[in-house]
């Protein structure tokens, strides 16, 4: 069975600029999850979607962070403009109960 | 509020000695799951372990054993004879019932085997 998969693996970019990522969560997961991940840290949960429905997006910076689930299968991240403080890996991961299989994560450098 | 306290930071042990990484949690749910997952210096977190609140029952999975103890809110992990690949740093975390089992992460513990 397939993982979560998660690109790009890197991405630097300068700050203001816009960053996209993109998640395809294990086949038949309905539940996806994107966290931050601070160095030294652990996971923050960004935004959580059931099917394409959000259940949860307290944590999700909107003046500048957006995620849509489109057709309840991949989804993609977006950071619009970036900062300095953005920089992390940013984690996506699937669960269809209560245990949740991650990605390998894309992690982004804000210059 | 929960909360995940991983007191450890950084442990360095020799190949081939146990080592305990702590984990404290704080919740006022009587329903509950508890994880361990380990992240390689490649990134991806890997899943270990699940427990519910309600199987205090230890477990062993070959090298590896988890601790449940609801008395003290703790679940500590156990990794015997250790391995240089058991490098990594492994998180605890915690998910309630009230909030749509929201998952909360530790800080992590570094692991550092030393061959």
């Known amino acids: 069975e397939a993982g979560v998969a998660q690109s790009p693996r890197y991405k630097i970019i300068e700050k203001r600029q816009s960053v996209a990522f993109w998640c395809n969560p294990i086949?038949?997961?309905?539940?996806l999850y994107w966290y931050q991940q601070i160095l030294g840290q652990g996971p923050k949960l960004l935004i959580q979607?059931?099917?394409?429905?959000?259940?949860?997006d307290s944590q999700l910076p909107k003046d500048r962070f957006s995620a849509e689930r489109l057709k309840g299968v991949d989804s993609t991240l977006k950071i619009q403009p970036a900062k300095l403080e953005d920089s992390a890996v940013y984690l996506c991961?699937?669960?269809?109960?209560?245990?949740?299989?991650f990605g390998p994560g894309t992690r982004l450098t804000v210059l | 509020a929960q909360k995940v306290t991983q007191a450890q930071t950084e442990i360095s042990v020799v190949e081939k000695e146990d080592v305990t990484l702590d984990c404290v949690y704080e919740?006022?749910?009587?329903?509950?799951?508890l994880f361990w997952y380990k992240q390689p210096p490649s990134g991806e977190l890997v899943f270990l372990i699940r427990?519910?609140?309600?199987?205090?029952q230890n477990e062993i999975s070959g090298r590896y054993s988890w601790n449940f103890q609801k008395s003290t809110s703790s679940f500590n992990f156990t990794i015997t004879a250790s391995q240089v690949v058991d490098s990594a740093v492994y998180f605890c975390?915690?998910?309630?019932?009230?909030?749509?089992?929201?998952?909360?992460f530790g800080a992590g513990t570094r692991l550092f085997v030393k061959a």
């Open positions: 991961a699937s669960s269809l109960g209560y245990t949740q299989y």
């Open positions: 086949s038949g997961h309905a539940t």
């Open positions: 979607f059931q099917n394409n429905g959000v259940v949860d």
């Open positions: 919740t006022r749910d009587t329903t509950y799951y």
């Open positions: 427990r519910n609140s309600f199987d205090e």
């Open positions: 975390a915690l998910s309630e019932a009230t909030g749509g089992f929201k998952t909360i």
